[in-house]
C-alpha cells in the first residue's frame, strides 16, 4: 500500500512539473514570435522595441505617428486700386472728360482679377429700338457736378459682374466714355455711372472678371430735366444699387449720406436749373 502511495505521488510531482515547463515553453516561444514580427521583414514600424523587449504586449506599446501640419503661406495681399482725384484726375476719351468725383489721390489704373473666368463674361445685349444715348453736358465753366459714391463695407471690393447686373437693372447702359448712363425715352442722359477708379471707365468685355474699390454716380447740371427732379431719380436708383450690392452710399466726400445731407444736395441740384 504505501508503495502505491508513493508512485502516485511521483506521478502528480511530474504531471505539475511537465505542466509548469509546457507553460514556460509557450511562453517563450510567444514572445519569440512577437520579436519576429518587431524585427523581422514585415515588422510593424509603429512598435516600440525596447518595450517588446522587457514583455510588453505589442498591443499596448504601439506608437501612433505624430501629425504635423503643413504651414499655409498667406495668400499676397490686394493692392489697393488708385482713386481719382477730382481736382486734376479727370479721364479724357474721344474728346470728352468724365467728371470723376472722388477725392483720393492716386496715380496708376489698376484693377484685381478676381476668380471669375472671363470665359463667364455675359455681354450687354442693347436692343436695336433704343434710340442712341446723347451727352447733354453744358459748357464745363458753367457746370455743377452732383455726385454720390457706392463703396463696399468695410472696405470689400465690389464685384464686376454683380456691378453690370445692378447697373443694368437700373435701367443704366453702357455707351460713350466707356461709363454707363441713365437715359430718358429718347436717349438724352440724366445721369451717369464711373468706376471710382481711374480712368472711371468700364472695360465691358473683362468687367465681370475684375474688382471695383467703388461707383461715381454724377449728374451734370444744367440737365436735360430739372436739378431737383435729376437728383432724385439719380439718388432713387444710388440707394437701390447699393442695397443689390450690400454697399455702404456715399456722398462725394465719402461721407454717409444721410436724410440732412440728401436735403442739401437736393437744393444744390435744384438751384443749377435745367438746359433750355
Do not use: C
Not at 519576429?36 to 514585415?42: A, E, I, K, M, S
Amino acid at each position: 500500500m504505501n508503495e502505491l502511495r508513493l508512485a502516485l505521488l511521483v506521478i502528480g510531482v511530474l504531471l505539475v512539473a511537465a505542466l509548469v515547463g509546457w507553460e514556460w515553453y509557450q511562453r517563450r516561444a510567444a514572445r519569440r514570435v512577437e520579436r519576429d514580427f518587431v524585427t523581422g521583414p514585415t515588422a510593424d514600424p509603429l512598435l516600440d522595441l525596447d518595450a517588446v523587449d522587457e514583455g510588453v504586449s505589442p498591443a499596448r506599446v504601439r506608437v501612433e505617428p505624430s501629425i504635423s501640419l503643413d504651414v499655409a503661406s498667406a495668400r499676397e495681399p490686394l493692392r489697393e486700386p488708385p482713386v481719382v482725384r477730382v481736382e486734376d484726375a479727370r479721364a479724357v476719351q474721344g474728346g470728352r472728360e468724365i467728371p470723376i468725383v472722388s477725392s483720393t489721390d492716386t496715380d496708376a489704373d489698376t484693377h484685381v482679377d478676381s476668380p471669375a473666368a472671363a470665359d463667364d463674361v455675359v455681354p450687354e445685349v442693347v436692343p436695336d429700338a433704343l434710340p442712341p444715348m446723347q451727352l447733354v453736358w453744358p459748357p464745363e465753366d458753367r457746370r455743377t457736378i452732383v455726385g454720390l459714391r457706392i463703396v463696399g463695407r468695410n472696405g470689400e471690393k465690389l464685384t464686376g459682374g454683380s456691378l453690370r447686373q445692378a447697373l443694368l437693372g437700373e435701367g443704366l447702359r453702357h455707351g460713350e466714355l466707356d461709363i454707363f448712363h441713365r437715359p430718358l425715352a429718347d436717349g438724352r442722359v440724366i445721369f451717369s455711372a464711373a468706376s471710382l477708379t481711374r480712368p472711371g471707365s468700364f472695360d465691358l468685355e473683362h468687367m465681370d472678371s475684375q474688382l471695383y474699390l467703388g461707383l461715381n454716380l454724377f449728374a451734370v447740371l444744367p440737365g436735360v430735366l430739372a436739378g431737383d427732379e435729376t437728383f432724385d431719380r439719380m439718388v432713387d436708383s444710388a440707394q437701390r444699387i447699393s442695397q443689390r450690392l450690400r454697399a455702404e452710399l456715399l456722398d462725394a466726400r465719402g461721407t454717409p449720406l444721410s436724410d440732412a445731407r440728401i436735403a442739401e444736395l437736393r437744393r444744390e441740384a435744384a438751384g443749377a436749373g435745367q438746359i433750355s
